[in-house]
């Protein structure tokens, strides 16, 4: 089994910037560079949204509404993938989750609260 745990999310005022970050354990041994990662947010009465994504060979996507805003990044020797997000706004107000996909085994983190509020 693989864990994910996620931490950096809390209170920022808009136009702040905060990094979240994601480490893997567990059964994953020296596989995390095969997986397909990504951050995904899930705001109060919305469904859950994909907002960052990157492959094994690091290419990235973005949701248009962080596009130049939010950078994902992945450390394949620590097992973790970031998120970088700068000049935030209220509307990025959402718990954070991340994900990482092998084949049909997917694993997803607990998420941590990002609030932007002044």
């Known amino acids: 089994q693989v864990q994910l745990v996620e931490s950096g999310g809390g209170l920022v005022q808009p136009g702040g910037s905060l990094r979240l970050s994601c480490v893997a354990s567990?059964?994953?041994?020296?596989?995390?560079?095969?997986?397909?990662m990504g951050w995904y947010r899930q705001a109060p009465g919305k469904q859950r949204e994909l907002v960052a994504g990157?492959?094994?060979?690091?290419?990235?996507n973005y949701a248009g509404s962080v596009k130049g805003r939010f950078t994902i990044t992945r450390d394949n020797p620590k097992n973790t993938v970031y998120l970088q997000m700068n000049l935030l706004k209220p509307e990025d107000t959402a718990v954070y989750y991340c994900?990482?996909?092998?084949?049909?085994?997917?694993?997803w983190g607990q998420g941590t609260q990002v609030t932007v509020s002044s």
């Open positions: 994900k990482i996909a092998l084949a049909a085994r997917e694993y």
């Open positions: 567990g059964s994953i041994f020296s596989t995390f560079g095969l997986y397909v």
């Open positions: 990157i492959s094994t060979s690091g290419s990235t």
